[in-house]
């Protein structure tokens, strides 16, 4: 294992690693070196298990790892056939200036609609008030760019849950039994107080599933705008969009920057504006992520307006599924901002039967108030989830009777 | 590595048996993640048998903490003691007040230790290196994750009112998860790290001759093949090896020969855990495995097995 060449070998390729977006940390590439005083580096599978089980951590990681491996140690043999071009982990590539979908779901707002004229971050009371209520779909560029600055500005709280995790608290409820002797140590033996504690509060887990197929198109540039502010200011979100199947895109929205974030959407959701089947992608929601996602008590929130292509019966099995999985099944629609609207739509109507909350999202306002209804859930499961009859007045949704008392 | 781990009825593959084998080596902990029943915990039980050394284990859950995970002092036994020694105070007023004070250091002295799994693993006294198990560390909360890095990383773990208890043997330590969560990435890089998939066919049906001896090879060889189908099917709990094991004994116990379709659906709940799956499986998913498992049993595979040296 003295062989300088081959260490500087190994160090090459941990460095191609990073380079190719995976991380390596120094004490990972010294164990790979080290492995090698009781492996043959000679080897291939020795090399490969040993570099593999050191110096990767995930297992999303483990394709990319493979062709790089290919390609750094089968080079001299393969590279003459393939002039490979390494694909990269999506935050390193470089971002080209594409039209990004934003773009192009901006123009297609009507442009005939009287434009609100929106100045820097000024706006008088009224301007802000019709930007409020502006169906999302009637929105002009500028106005969805005031829109974007509003989302900012905002504060975004989200449901609580009481953990099994103890922190000490003055007013806690409990004794704090391994704070008592230390405390009476230092006051010689007396017990002067009683140190308490209370269970630890934290942020639920929230999972978006958002429809992107074409009788949303108009929605969606300001839906995924939602669910990245969301991603950026929560702890725990999980973000998948749907027409015609499912694809997660946490990874993407997790960028900063919003423009990368939907170009780097776009270039992985290959199912923008087509058909919808709704129970096809919530099974496959159920089958391939509910189990890891969902512990904890997580909210999940479904954004669609219920155009399914598939059986009504299979997505109302699918909901029902995803509901006794979950803490609260949301369901945000945009039609339902529409002054004479009914979940006619079989699809919607099936749904509906299993969602804890029937929710509008066709303007700010109604996002406000879908914000402010995820900031007020109850703490504990309650009575409130029972099943979902009739439509809610979007605008009263916030607060429904017999739920703020909980 | 590989065959030592076989001889204790566990089948791994190379990938596994590398990491063992290094994480012994190196020192370092393993961290696997798969599916539930795969394996992971056995993995546990089969090193230590195999090292000789003691198990201990660490089950996760939420609320865990320094505890229940590592140590605790014996708080009731502290306090009597206080008590004790004020009532010892009064009775005998000559005595130097002060002189009880001062003893109230001794209050946080080993005997009033009461030691947890983490400690138990590092503790200095012992002559070999335990393996310690630290099971579905996705339960566990981000917070026991960053206690968790002192005692990966150097195998120690600090008391404020005693010192440092540092391990003389490195435990080999093992780490599972189930993926409710990410586990983080700190933590991570202190580990190897596997990833164990459901095993193919023919290794699935070595385990299976393993664990449930006697097992007819037609038998085996169409449960293993109904298995694969199921996990294949997209169902909302698909069964793990720990699965098929059970309902390959369930099966053995009721004296089948050759799978057909009232076994299945008089044995479904050894399999299928979740209602929705069981009313596929009975509404036409089981009858369709089932011929699909003929079709290939009718072409008979050769029994080979993938060639790969063992570390």
Redesign the interface.
């Known amino acids: 294992m003295a062989d300088v060449d081959v260490v500087l070998a190994f160090v090459h390729f941990a460095r191609e690693l990073r380079a190719a977006g995976l991380?390596v940390?120094q004490?990972?590439l010294e164990?790979f070196l080290?492995?090698f005083?009781?492996?043959d580096p000679c080897?291939r599978?020795?090399l490969y298990?040993?570099a593999?089980?050191?110096l990767?951590?995930?297992?999303e990681d483990?394709p990319l790892f493979e062709r790089l491996f290919a390609h750094f140690w089968l080079a001299p043999v393969e590279a003459a056939r393939s002039p490979g071009k390494m694909p990269l982990a999506p935050r390193h590539r470089r971002s080209e200036e594409r039209p990004a979908l934003a773009m192009l779901l901006s123009e297609r707002a009507r442009p005939a609609d009287p434009e609100i004229e929106v100045r820097d971050r000024s706006f008088t009371a009224n301007d802000d008030e019709l930007l409020r209520r502006k169906d999302f779909a009637l929105m002009t560029a500028r106005e969805l760019e005031a829109l974007r600055r509003q989302f900012l500005l905002r504060r975004w709280d989200f449901a609580t849950r009481v953990?099994?995790?103890?922190v000490p608290c003055r007013s806690g409820r409990e004794l704090d039994?391994?704070r008592?002797?230390?405390r009476?140590?230092r006051t010689?033996?007396?017990?002067l107080d009683l140190p308490r504690r209370r269970p630890k509060i934290k942020e639920r887990p929230l999972v978006i599933l958002a429809d992107v197929s074409g009788s949303m198109e108009l929605y969606t540039r300001v839906l995924l705008q939602f669910m990245h502010v969301l991603r950026q200011r929560l702890d725990?979100v999980e973000t998948f969009v749907f027409a015609t199947r499912l694809t997660r895109i946490t990874g993407e929205l997790g960028l900063t920057d919003i423009d990368r974030a939907l170009d780097e959407v776009s270039a992985s959701v290959i199912d923008f504006a087509s058909g919808t089947r709704i129970a096809e992608s919530l099974?496959?929601f159920?089958?391939e992520w509910?189990?890891?996602?969902l512990?904890?008590g997580a909210v999940v929130i479904v954004m669609s307006d219920g155009w399914e292509r598939g059986s009504a019966s299979e997505l109302k099995?699918e909901m029902r599924?995803l509901r006794e999985r979950c803490h609260r099944l949301i369901w945000l629609n945009p039609r339902l901002g529409r002054p004479n609207y009914s979940p006619r739509v079989e699809g919607m109507a099936a749904a509906l039967h299993h969602v804890d909350d029937f929710l509008s999202c066709h303007d700010l306002q109604s996002l406000e108030a879908v914000a402010q209804h995820l900031a007020e859930l109850p703490r504990r499961r309650g009575s409130s989830r029972a099943p979902f009859h009739g439509v809610r007045d979007p605008l009263h949704a916030a607060a429904p009777p017999g739920e703020a008392s909980q | 590595m590989r065959a030592r781990l076989a001889a204790l009825d566990y089948i791994a593959d190379?990938?596994l048996s590398?990491?063992v084998?290094?994480a012994s080596?190196?020192g370092?902990p393993?961290?696997v993640?798969g599916a539930p029943g795969v394996g992971k915990t056995e993995l546990a039980k089969v090193v230590s048998r195999m090292l000789r050394a003691d198990l201990i284990r660490l089950q996760c859950?939420?609320?865990l903490?320094l505890?229940h995970a590592a140590y605790?002092?014996n708080?009731p036994r502290?306090?009597l003691e206080?008590q004790a020694?004020?009532a010892a105070g009064r009775a005998a007023p000559g005595a130097a007040p002060a002189a009880?004070?001062g003893q109230?250091?001794d209050?946080?002295a080993p005997e009033y230790l009461l030691r947890r799994p983490l400690l138990d693993a590092i503790d200095p006294r012992r002559d070999r290196p335990p393996v310690l198990l630290i099971d579905e560390l996705?339960r566990a909360?981000e917070?026991f994750e960053s206690f968790l890095l002192e005692l990966l990383s150097d195998f120690q773990i600090t008391i404020p009112?005693l010192g440092t208890v540092r391990a003389v043997h490195r435990p080999f330590v093992l780490l599972t998860s189930?993926?409710?969560?990410e586990v983080h990435?700190a933590l991570?890089?202190?580990?190897?790290?596997?990833?164990i998939d459901y095993p193919s066919p023919e290794k699935e049906k070595q385990i299976l001759e393993r664990k449930v001896p006697g097992l007819g090879d037609a038998l085996s060889r169409q449960i293993v093949a109904f298995s694969a189908g199921l996990r294949g099917a997209?169902?909302?709990?698909a069964p793990g090896v720990a699965e098929s094991i059970d309902w390959a004994r369930a099966l053995q116990l009721l004296g089948v020969q050759k799978l057909g379709l009232d076994d299945v659906s008089s044995t479904v709940g050894c399999l299928v855990k979740h209602q929705?799956d069981v009313e596929r499986l009975r509404g036409g998913l089981a009858r369709e495995l089932l011929e699909a498992g003929d079709a290939v049993a009718g072409h008979s595979p050769a029994g080979h097995s993938p060639a790969?040296?063992g570390?």
Request: contains cysteine.
């Open positions: 991380g940390s004490g990972q164990a080290r492995a005083q009781w492996l080897s599978g020795d298990h040993a593999r089980t050191t990767l951590t995930r297992r483990v953990t099994r995790r103890k039994l391994r008592l002797p230390a009476a140590a010689g033996g007396a017990v725990r099974r496959a159920n089958t509910a189990g890891q996602l512990a904890r099995k599924i | 190379d990938a590398v990491s084998f290094l080596k190196l370092r393993l961290l993640e859950y939420e609320g903490d505890a605790e002092w708080y502290q306090l206080i020694r004020g009880g004070a109230v250091d209050l946080f996705d909360d917070e009112e189930n993926r409710t969560r990435d991570k890089r202190r580990c190897l790290y596997q990833w997209g169902l909302y709990k929705d790969g040296n570390a």
